[in-house]
């Protein structure tokens, strides 16, 4: 394959064919504002090119192809067209007109008790740059959340490019290793090791750098489906530390497990270390590591909750939430509301993450 040399291209367009091309070149013009930048020939018009909304386009008389579809990225849709929202240019190009700010869609919460196994052949699957993923919520509860259980085996830089996530909510947890992370106006880049764990806010630009061999991080995000998007403009670090800077309700956080304190949990006999996760999300969503303290059962409880969610990161215990299911390291649990559960047998090295929504 023969490289492209970046630095000799000047301009893309995309070819639309047309039978008529002075009735598809007013379409576009008057209808749809672009501007004309080429028609020729003189004598016989066949090929018109057009610049506007970001997209150049070249009008082909009497070329081969089908006409297309083009979707224009309004402030106000139903403004441009007298409420229209799909229109059709004399050669059959579709023009659909979308919103540009497309907002985050919540899917309805479909509860479900999901319990992910970290035995068994085929867990993990290939994904994007090199890394291994492990779905630990497979129905998605209707597509609200998505969790993954993640590692890169080889470690080394990571083929990352700055980018953004539009979402709701989003954490990595650091279970095993380290990875080298770079967040917008949060200073310069920074070693997230195991423990540790980033509430990623959204539309916050950052880019994972490198990692060690083997790492594994544990990934928490709503909706399951959320748009990523590749940030050209901006380098990364910026210069800026800007802590308390508002990313859609939500800051930044960079939990560091060696500077944390334990203190009670919810339940007699355990204790628990907390993010900060609450306060940096405004109470949307909770984050803390729990451990036995004396204690190897809690007691039978059920929660209202959205979402709750434990990973086992050491040691093994007894579920009892409809049967009684053993723990061990690397299984995670999802409970729905309204579920008695309770957690038995607790063995004195147990760890386990718990993310909550709300905190």
Not at 201 to 226: D, F, T
Not at 334 to 339: F, R
Request: hydrophobic share 40%; glycine share 10%; with cysteine.
């Amino acid at each position: 394959m023969i490289a492209i040399e970046k630095q000799q291209i000047t301009a893309a367009e995309v070819a639309v064919p047309c039978a008529e091309l002075e009735t598809t070149l007013a379409f576009f013009r008057d209808r749809l504002g672009f501007q004309l930048q080429a028609i020729f020939p003189a004598d016989a018009p066949a090929v018109a090119v057009l610049a506007g909304h970001g997209l150049r386009l070249r009008l082909e008389r009497g070329a081969e192809g089908g006409p297309g579809r083009i979707r224009l990225l309004c402030r106000e849709p139903d403004a441009v067209a007298g409420g229209e929202r799909t229109l059709t240019a004399p050669n059959g190009t579709r023009i659909e007109l979308v919103e540009a700010e497309t907002p985050v869609v919540i899917p309805p919460l479909r509860p479900e008790l999901v319990i992910a196994r970290m035995s068994g052949a085929g867990a993990f699957d290939a994904g994007r740059a090199g890394m291994l993923y492990r779905d630990l919520i497979p129905g998605r509860l209707g597509g609200r959340f998505i969790a993954s259980h993640i590692r890169i085996p080889q470690g080394g830089p990571v083929p990352d490019y700055v980018h953004f996530h539009k979402i709701r909510f989003q954490m990595i947890f650091c279970r095993i290793g380290w990875v080298r992370l770079v967040y917008e106006d949060q200073g310069p880049p920074f070693v997230m090791r195991a423990g540790d764990c980033v509430l990623q806010p959204p539309q916050i630009r950052h880019r994972v750098l490198e990692s060690s061999p083997g790492l594994e991080v544990v990934e928490i995000a709503c909706p399951a489906v959320h748009e990523t998007f590749a940030e050209n403009a901006l380098t990364l670090p910026t210069g800026r530390f800007d802590p308390e800077q508002d990313f859609g309700g939500q800051r930044f956080l960079w939990h560091v497990a060696e500077r944390a304190r334990w203190q009670p949990w919810r339940a007699p006999g355990f204790e628990c270390r907390d993010t900060g996760m609450g306060e940096a999300t405004r109470g949307l969503a909770g984050a803390r590591v729990v451990r036995p303290k004396g204690a190897v059962e809690t007691p039978r409880e059920s929660h209202d909750r959205e979402f709750q969610f434990f990973f086992v990161l050491e040691g093994r215990a007894m579920l009892s939430c409809e049967g009684t299911h053993r723990l061990e390291a690397g299984d995670a649990v999802t409970i729905p509301s309204g579920v008695p559960y309770a957690l038995d047998h607790c063995a004195d090295d147990l760890s386990l993450l718990e993310v909550t929504l709300p905190a």
